[in-house]
T-cell receptor, first 115, second 116 residues
């Protein structure tokens, strides 16, 4: 079955460490997105990529980095510069980047906790 | 500006009661799409419905129904005869055809608890 796979489901990180969250899709979607979810704040866009080897900052990109070397993969690195990284991270994809009216497909998320 | 407002942060109902989740949106686009997603405790957002701005017909799918009113910029979601499995966070979202980049504007979500 096609879908989006995020791993790991739970992740613990020590302060000062970088950590990478994985997102893989086999839907042949062009666009991929990373969202951060905090209680009571809905979903906020971190980064998005409409095509391979290209990505753009979202609303809260500081302290994060991404790469898009393959169409099916869009990993997110939470760097030590991110001051409050504890959150739930959701990856999504859509068929077309600029006409996402068909909606997103979401992964099951990664819950990151800084210890 | 594009914006989605879900004023209800949390709602609790007793099983079998009907419940309506409100969604109000703002957009300058003449063509746009509205969505509802369900987020169960497992975390994944599940697509429920998409409605384009030219179709104001209400839609019913089983116990779910949606009321789209452009005059009030609302896209409300009603669950009839609620069940415990309906307990989740529900997000309303807006996507404009002219958008680039940030394709979706999500509301802050409504957490629904159905009490057995």
């Amino acid at each position: 079955d096609g879908g989006i796979t995020q791993s790991p489901k739970y992740l613990f990180r020590k302060e000062g460490q970088n950590v990478t969250l994985s997102c893989e899709q086999n839907l042949n979607h062009d666009a991929m997105y990373w969202y951060r979810q905090d209680p009571g704040q809905g979903l906020r866009l971190i980064y998005y990529s409409q095509i391979v080897n290209d990505f753009q900052k979202g609303d809260i990109a500081e302290g994060y980095s991404v790469s898009r070397e393959k169409k099916e993969s869009f990993p997110l690195t939470v760097t030590s510069a991110q001051k409050n990284p504890t959150a739930f991270y959701l990856c999504a994809s859509s068929i077309e980047g600029t006409r996402a009216h068909r909606g997103y497909t979401f992964g099951s998320g990664t819950r990151l906790t800084v210890v | 500006a594009q914006k989605v407002t879900q004023a209800q942060t949390e709602i609790s109902v007793v099983e079998k009661e009907d419940v309506t989740l409100d969604c109000v949106y703002e957009t300058r686009d003449t063509t746009y799409y509205l969505f509802w997603y369900k987020q169960p405790p497992s975390g994944e957002l599940v697509f429920l419905i998409r409605r384009n701005s030219f179709d104001e017909q209400n839609e019913i799918s089983g116990r779910y129904s949606w009321n789209f009113q452009k005059s009030t910029s609302s896209f409300n979601f009603t669950i009839t005869a609620s069940q415990v499995v309906d307990s989740a966070v529900y997000f309303c979202a807006l996507s404009g055809l002219s958008n680039t980049g940030n394709q979706f504007y999500f509301g802050t979500g409504t957490s629904l608890t159905v009490i057995p």
